[in-house]
């Protein structure tokens, strides 16, 4: 069983940062990919990046492709978001996923544990 616990959402000026972190407990965490998935109100969720379980390899959505950043830190049992240049458009409840070896965006019924979420806005 792996539980997870987002944190560092918060309001921010377009053209700001962020950093997001996805707190994990169980001592599994290692075994798992980690994807970073957003939903803004109305929309549906949408994959933001991903990274596989040594951190060797990322993925990203074209839409945030050289602003964001993933990684993790399997000795604290943490992945983190690190958000650049932020748009208002990237406002949305930010989640974390976890699913065993891939790391390509899968469907979300296909993830094996989700966060709460947490709330990113950016102003104009």
């Known amino acids: 069983q792996v539980q997870l616990v987002e944190s560092g959402g918060g309001l921010v000026q377009a053209g700001g940062s962020l950093r997001l972190s996805c707190a994990a407990s169980?001592?599994?965490?290692?075994?798992?990919?980690m994807h970073w998935f957003r939903q803004a109100p109305g929309q549906e969720r949408e994959f933001v990046a991903a990274i596989n379980w040594s951190g060797s390899s990322t993925y990203y959505a074209d839409s945030v492709k050289g602003r964001f950043t993933i990684s993790r830190d399997n000795a604290k049992n943490t992945v983190y978001l690190q958000m650049n240049s932020l748009k208002p458009e990237d406002t949305a409840v930010y989640y974390c996923a976890a699913i065993r070896s891939v790391i390509a965006p899968r469907a979300p019924r296909e993830y094996d544990y989700w966060g709460q979420g947490t709330q990113v806005t950016v102003s104009s």
């Open positions: 169980g001592r599994t965490f290692s075994s798992y990919a």
